[in-house]
């Protein structure tokens, strides 16, 4: 299994403050088999001002601390792009999913789907391709009302309209954007709303990859058991998003 969300490294964004508690985390996630995990700090302008240059050190640093402690993981740069008004400058020397063309990337929990949009058109001129972060948590693709699943799920398959979040899903999947779900969200982490938008997107098709999204926080180990063993209970999908085939082999 891949995990093509996580942050794992220590001391650069809300992550694991210190190596030693980037290993607990590491064996947490060979434990489920994941074999390799990219790692995809935060880059947030005033905030996280993480570079690719920082991300390959603390890689390295990581990768050798794993090696030592008999810990089988692969380790991939990543980073994981705010995109607010600041985002336009990353893209001078992004740092990439792995040897990949993807760009991970969140949207703010405030901004308007312009900001967005401009943001993405930007990353897809430049020849990369945008990797959505937990679209399932975006309130930008959740209609009004309670969660929007089944509107949503009848925009995506053609049978009707969800107003605007469904045109924007319409733009941003016209705008060639790929997408990975979150373990925690099959898992009920982020409540309810957020697990019924995550299964509507799910039966959809629109994932490409899964991440664990995995921070050092208590029950980490139970959301990622919980969210492996729905999606393998319930999806057959399952087993080609968690090797992420369709994207990076
Ligand atoms: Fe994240």
């Not at 607990?24 to 994941?34: D, K, N, Q, T």
């Amino acid at each position: 299994m891949i995990d093509c969300h996580c942050h794992l490294l220590p001391g650069i964004d809300d992550g694991p403050k210190t190596l030693e508690e980037s290993l607990p985390m590491a064996r947490i996630l060979e434990g489920f088999g994941f074999v390799e995990v990219h790692c995809t700090p935060h880059c947030i302008h005033g905030l996280y001002e993480n570079t690719p240059a920082i991300v390959g050190e603390r890689l390295a640093e990581l990768q050798q601390a794993l090696v030592r402690e008999g810990i089988r993981l692969r380790l991939k740069p990543g980073m994981e792009y705010y995109l607010d008004s600041h985002f336009p400058a990353s893209l001078e020397r992004p740092q990439l999913l792995g040897d990949s063309r993807l760009l991970l990337v969140e949207a703010p929990t405030w901004a308007e789907a312009g900001l967005v949009l401009e943001n993405l058109r930007k990353v897809v001129a430049r020849g990369y391709v945008p990797l959505l972060a937990h679209p399932e948590r975006w309130g930008l693709l959740a209609p009004p009302g309670q969660g929007g699943a089944r509107h949503l799920l009848s925009r995506l398959l053609g049978r009707g309209r969800a107003g605007a979040s469904g045109e924007l899903l319409d733009e941003l999947q016209r705008m060639g954007c790929l997408f990975q779900g979150n373990l925690g969200s099959f898992a009920g982490h982020y409540g309810k709303d957020v697990e019924k938008r995550a299964w509507a997107f799910l039966r959809a098709g629109l994932y490409s990859c899964l991440g664990s999204d995995s921070h050092p926080r208590h029950g980490l180990e139970e959301m990622i058991d919980t969210g492996l063993r729905r999606l393998h209970e319930r999806s057959e999908q399952a087993t080609e998003l968690l090797s992420a085939a369709r994207i990076l082999s």
